[in-house]
């Protein structure tokens, strides 16, 4: 029997548009840790779809086409991608290193993640965390409503 989703695919999987797919992959693999598994090439002999997996999630990398834009194309962020990772200012120092450009660097948030912001070579934006404490609803609202 078909399984749904594969066995090897989340629930919910991101898919970003890079124009050059495989310096993406490169990029996200030097740069962020993550892992390719899929290099799939187009009927024009150059790569058009590649996946990435981290721990227990996959990123889909497709090329721009039709009315399918990136956000370097566009001038304008479009979607912000969250990643927990274990160790997050190792993970920063990670990206920094390999070139990323930070956004946001390491800082404590309200609702008990620590998190840094970096933008891709394509202009994704990507937020990693670590979860340092549990907070309740009722207290992420008052410190919203303060």
């Given at each position: 029997?078909?399984?749904?989703?594969?066995?090897?695919?989340?629930?919910?999987?991101?898919?970003?548009?890079?124009?050059?797919?495989?310096?993406?992959?490169?990029?996200?693999?030097?740069?962020?840790?993550?892992?390719?598994?899929?290099?799939?090439?187009?009927?024009?002999?150059?790569?058009?779809?590649?996946?990435?997996?981290?721990?227990?999630?996959?990123?889909?990398?497709?090329?721009?086409?039709?009315?399918?834009?990136?956000?370097?194309?566009?001038?304008?962020?479009?979607?912000?991608?969250?990643?927990?990772?274990?160790?997050?200012?190792?993970?920063?120092?990670?990206?920094?290193?390999?070139?990323?450009?930070?956004?946001?660097?390491?800082?404590?948030?309200?609702?008990?993640?620590r998190?840094y912001?970096?933008?891709?070579?394509?202009?994704?934006?990507?937020?990693?965390?670590?979860?340092?404490?549990?907070?309740?609803?009722?207290?992420?609202?008052?410190?919203?409503?303060?």
């Amino acid at each position: 029997m078909v399984q749904n989703p594969p066995g090897n695919m989340p629930r919910i999987t991101a898919h970003l548009l890079y124009h050059n797919v495989p310096a993406a992959l490169t990029w996200l693999t030097n740069t962020f840790g993550f892992q390719e598994r899929v290099r799939i090439k187009g009927p024009d002999g150059v790569v058009s779809h590649g996946e990435m997996e981290f721990a227990d999630g996959v990123v889909m990398l497709g090329r721009p086409d039709g009315e399918y834009r990136n956000p370097r194309e566009i001038g304008r962020v479009t979607q912000m991608l969250y990643v927990y990772v274990d160790k997050v200012d190792e993970h920063f120092e990670r990206a920094k290193k390999a070139g990323a450009k930070i956004l946001e660097t390491p800082k404590d948030q309200f609702y008990g993640d620590r998190r840094y912001a970096a933008e891709d070579l394509e202009g994704h934006h990507w937020y990693f965390a670590t979860h340092l404490k549990d907070v309740t609803l009722e207290q992420m609202k008052a410190h919203a409503e303060a």
